[in-house]
Nanobody, 125 residues
């Protein structure tokens, strides 16, 4: 199992940038594909981005494509979400997650076994 802790959330102006980090415990971080999801109040949790175990492939939701970049540093047991050109509709609690299955789409919550506590991102207009 793996423990995940997100950080880096906060309040930013529309058009600004923010980088989220997710630190993972354990020595098997490279065994997990990683993902970022977000959930606004009274809304369903939605997919944001995913990255393969070695960081070789990435995929992001259409709503953030071209603005958000997911990356990972396996030596530091950390996955990142660089968020640029932020919009008020990006406001949500952001969660990182780890998947212990090799073959996943990365886009569905049920594909992930482990979740962080979430970090709040608020974008003002």
């Amino acid at each position: 199992q793996v423990q995940l802790v997100e950080s880096g959330g906060g309040l930013v102006q529309a058009g600004g940038s923010l980088r989220l980090s997710c630190a993972a415990s354990g020595r098997t971080f490279s065994s997990y594909a990683m993902g970022w999801f977000r959930q606004a109040p009274e809304k369903e949790r939605e997919f944001v981005a995913t990255i393969t175990r070695n960081g070789g492939s990435r995929y992001s939701a259409n709503s953030v494509k071209g603005r958000f970049i997911i990356s990972r540093d396996n030596a530091k047991n950390t996955v990142y979400l660089q968020m640029n050109s932020l919009k008020p509709e990006d406001t949500a609690v952001y969660y990182c997650a780890a998947a212990d299955t090799y073959y996943i789409t990365g886009q569905r919550s049920y594909e992930y076994s482990y979740w962080g506590q979430g970090t709040q991102v608020t974008v003002s207009s």
